[in-house]
């Protein structure tokens, strides 16, 4: 038996064990971030001649501690300190600001080529576009090449837009119609949905050749929140895409949300496509009588051509129609 005074040395002696391994790990974190913040500072000084001007950057967030929610005019407020041409980390993601006219002629023109590559740690977007499959986003490339050719020369062509006039007439006409009969009645018009309602309409005919008014109101309601939520989640700020480490973790609960998201429009499409490959074995019938060709029967045709320099496959062609949406 330990007598009151040992009990009392032992308590005292685990309490300085204690106290020194938390000083320790403390002492080592401090250390930690003084190397890294050190490293950085060399590896910026180094490249002091290659890059623009940059503010000191703080350890793990970089300057996200200089961005608000209006950050266009923090990059403004910046640029005037340290001249049209920034380069600044967002987290652990290098990136340069151009804020005049001249700068972002330097970038998107003269200089296109190099600077033409999208970036590829967006979670949203690799999300909704099966890995970057889509043409907005793809990696700078001879894919990216062939969908721009072939956006330019067919789907977005003056050909295609012109073909597609009735169309937008037609659109157009149904919703004032619509909007002129709930005046009528006295009901009261949501025009923000009814624009979004009519753009979507527009939209879904010249790639699909359908719309997405049913007589089921609920799910075009559904439609219409899933193209909402899509266009939010793809530009809000997600943690994630800026720090490296924290890639692994769902934080903000983004990935959950983008998956159910994607799964959702996965759906519609697979089965919109499988009904257009029904149709284009069974020698064009219902193909042949429609007006002109939609967007979707010239990715088919894409996809189908033996001689054609990129073979398009189906997540190329869902990609376009999700991302078009």
């Not at 006409?173 to 923000?192: C, H, M, P, T, W």
């Not at 979507?200 to 008014?213: A, D, F, G, L, P």
Request: aromatic content about 10%; proline content about 4%.
């Amino acid at each position: 038996m330990l007598s009151h005074n040992q009990q009392t040395k032992k308590t005292q002696t685990l309490d300085s064990t204690t106290q020194g391994m938390a000083f320790q790990v403390l002492f080592i974190c401090l250390i930690s971030t003084i190397v890294f913040a050190s490293i950085l500072w060399r590896k910026q000084n180094k490249n002091k001649t290659l890059l623009p001007p940059s503010p000191m950057p703080l350890p793990i967030i970089g300057h996200l501690h200089l961005l608000s929610p209006t950050p266009h005019q923090d990059f403004h407020k910046l640029s005037l300190r340290y001249g049209p041409i920034i380069h600044l980390f967002l987290g652990s993601v290098p990136c340069v600001v151009a804020s005049t006219a001249e700068a972002a002629k330097e970038f998107l023109k003269t200089h296109e080529p190099a600077f033409s590559n999208r970036p590829a740690n967006t979670v949203a977007v690799e999300t909704l576009t099966y890995g970057f499959q889509d043409f907005l986003f793809a990696p700078y490339g001879p894919y990216w090449k062939f969908m721009k050719k072939l956006c330019m020369s067919e789907l977005l062509g003056g050909h295609m837009l012109d073909q597609f006039l009735p169309v937008r007439q037609q659109e157009t006409n149904k919703f004032i119609k619509r909007v002129l009969q709930k005046g009528i009645s006295g009901e009261a018009v949501d025009f923000g949905g009814e624009f979004i309602t009519l753009s979507n309409n527009i939209v879904s005919r010249m790639i699909v050749s359908q719309t997405s008014t049913t007589e089921d109101e609920n799910e075009v309601e559904e439609m219409r929140k899933l193209v909402k939520d899509a266009a939010e989640l793809s530009g809000k700020f997600n943690i994630s895409d800026f720090v490296s480490f924290l890639k692994r973790f769902d934080l903000q609960g983004f990935n959950k949300r983008l998956e159910k998201i994607r799964d959702c429009f996965d759906t519609v499409l697979d089965r919109i496509i499988k009904q257009r490959e029904e149709e284009r074995r069974n020698n064009n019938e219902t193909v042949g009588k429609r007006e002109f060709k939609d967007m979707l029967d010239v990715l088919f045709d894409i996809s189908e051509d033996e001689s054609s320099e990129i073979k398009l496959n189906k997540e190329n062609i869902k990609a376009f129609i999700l991302v078009s949406q």
